[in-house]
């Protein structure tokens, strides 16, 4: 059964940082493109970042180039995401997702999200 | 960037009845558009990919269609459980995917 698990979530200062993991199994995480996406407390969907299968390519929302940087491990079947520079508009659930391949960026399997809550 | 709207906003109707719902992208996506289900405090649940492909496990009464700007997702006949949140989202044009703001389906 595939499964994805998201940790790291929690309260922080804005200015402050934060790094989500995402544990996977079930599948052969090092076959699949992954990524996070996020939302706002009762607001849409909205994608934030997805990585090549290597890790060799890396794709941002405009919103958060140069604060967050998506990783991944494949030797751990785990996917990251290191936020930095939080602000309130950053306040959301985290998704990570998997990502069938590169010609089909659709998010076929979630985790079951995690609460980023940037506030003083 | 390509922008994706859905109507309704919100829809009601009563088990048994049809559902469909709309969206609308500014500019042709061709056939790159998914749907997904949302049910309060779960992760979304993808149900239609490249407009009418049916995900692994999605009932027979989801269906997909359209291409370029237009697309609709039909519910044949609605059960209690598909009473949720819908969202579109497209990957023609890419980064950014975008998903549309949703249609709330409401039991009537």
């Known amino acids: 059964e595939v499964q994805l698990v998201e940790s790291g979530g929690g309260l922080v200062q804005p200015g402050g940082s934060l790094r989500l993991s995402c544990a996977a199994s079930?599948?052969?995480?090092?076959?699949?493109?992954m990524g996070w996406v996020r939302q706002a407390p009762g607001k849409g969907l909205e994608w934030v970042a997805n990585i090549k299968e290597d890790g060799s390519d890396k794709y941002y929302v405009d919103s958060v180039k140069g604060r967050f940087t998506i990783s991944r491990d494949n030797a751990k079947n785990s996917l990251y995401l290191q936020m930095n520079s939080l602000g309130a508009e950053d306040t959301a659930v985290y998704y990570c997702?998997?990502?069938?391949?590169?010609?089909?960026?659709?998010?076929?399997?979630w985790g079951q999200g995690i609460q980023v809550t940037v506030s003083s | 960037e390509i922008v994706l709207t859905q109507s309704p906003a919100t829809l009601s109707l009563s088990p048994g009845e049809r559902a469909t719902l709309s969206c609308r992208a500014s500019?042709?996506?061709?056939?790159?558009l998914a749907w997904y289900q949302q049910k309060p405090g779960q992760a979304p649940r993808l149900l239609i990919y490249d407009a009418s492909n049916r995900a692994t496990g999605i009932p027979a009464r989801f269906s997909g269609s359209g291409s370029g700007t237009d697309f609709t997702l039909t519910i044949s006949s609605l059960e209690p459980e598909d009473f949720a949140v819908y969202y579109c989202?497209?990957?023609?044009?890419?980064?950014?995917?975008?998903f549309g703001p949703g249609t709330r389906l409401d039991i009537k």
């Open positions: 500019q042709s996506v061709s056939s790159y």
């Open positions: 079930g599948f052969t995480f090092s076959n699949y493109w």
């Open positions: 997702a998997r990502v069938p391949d590169s010609a089909n960026i659709w998010f076929d399997r």
């Open positions: 989202q497209q990957r023609s044009i890419w980064p950014p995917i975008t």
